[in-house]
């Protein structure tokens, strides 16, 4: 069983910027991938960004070219670097931790960010 804890959210200006850490309870070098998702009210989750573990990287059109996804596999931990931040860009950010064998998702409790002058 992988716990995940969320932390860097807050409320930050319009063109602004935040990094998003993800602390793991466990060695994260077996896990195949770990992953950001946000829900906005009245939204359904969505996939951020993800990282396997071998690198590859997969973000959501909304957010290439200005979010970063990183993970530490020796700190245990995955980060999102958000950067020129956007009103539409505010929601509750969720560390997702993907293992294929077996095929099991975790999640972190959240994270709210909010975006606004």
């Known amino acids: 069983q992988v716990q995940l804890v969320e932390s860097g959210g807050g409320l930050v200006q319009p063109g602004g910027s935040l990094r998003l850490a993800c602390a793991a309870s466990?060695?994260?070098?077996?896990?195949?991938?770990m992953g950001w998702y946000r829900q906005a009210p009245g939204k359904q989750r969505e996939l951020v960004a993800l990282?396997?573990?071998?690198?590859?990287?997969n973000y959501a059109d909304s957010v290439k070219g200005r979010f970063t996804i990183s993970r530490d596999n020796v700190k245990n931990a995955a980060y999102l670097q958000m950067n020129s931040l956007r009103p539409e860009d505010t929601a509750v950010y969720y560390c997702?931790?993907?293992?294929?064998?077996?095929?099991?998702?975790?999640w972190g409790q959240g994270t709210q960010v909010t975006v606004s002058s």
């Open positions: 466990e060695n994260i070098v077996t896990i195949w991938r």
């Open positions: 997702n931790a993907e293992t294929a064998i077996p095929p099991r998702h975790y």
């Open positions: 990282m396997t573990n071998t690198g590859g990287t």
